[in-house]
Nanobody
Framework: VQLQAYGGGLVQAGGSLRLSCAASGRTFSTYAWFRQAPGKEREFVAAIAWNFGSTYYTSSVKGRFTISRDSAKKTMYLEMNSLKPEDTAVYYC????????????????WGQGTLVTVSS
């Protein structure tokens, strides 16, 4: 699967952004968002089981971010609300053949990142 992430930008703290990840090729079982802040390791943000719609979040974004997908458009979204400066990072979408995982090493395909900058 090929993945294309877009939608990043500059937003003030408390604001909102929606990221999109367009997929082409075969459909994988799990799609996820990861992020990498400067000087830090890439970390799990959220994942969705494509067929079932089950969702998983890291605790720091639960209640603020919502992951979803549009099967007809083969696109995954990350709605980000109440953004904080610590959400600043490059956000990556990823896909894996198996069912949900928070481990970045278990993902088979990655898109290019999209930068989200949250100003205080």
């Amino acid at each position: 699967v090929q993945l294309q992430a877009y939608g990043g930008g500059l937003v003030q703290a408390g604001g909102s952004l929606r990221l999109s990840c367009a997929a082409s090729g075969r459909t994988f079982s799990t799609y996820a968002w990861f992020r990498q802040a400067p000087g830090k390791e890439r970390e799990f943000v959220a994942a969705i089981a494509w067929n079932f719609g089950s969702t998983y979040y890291t605790s720091s974004v639960k209640g603020r971010f919502t992951i979803s997908r549009d099967s007809a458009k083969k696109t995954m979204y990350l709605e980000m609300n109440s953004l904080k400066p610590e959400d600043t990072a490059v956000y990556y979408c990823a896909a894996r053949l198996g069912l949900g995982s928070r481990n970045r090493d278990e993902y088979d395909s990655w898109g290019q990142g999209t930068l989200v900058t949250v100003s205080s």
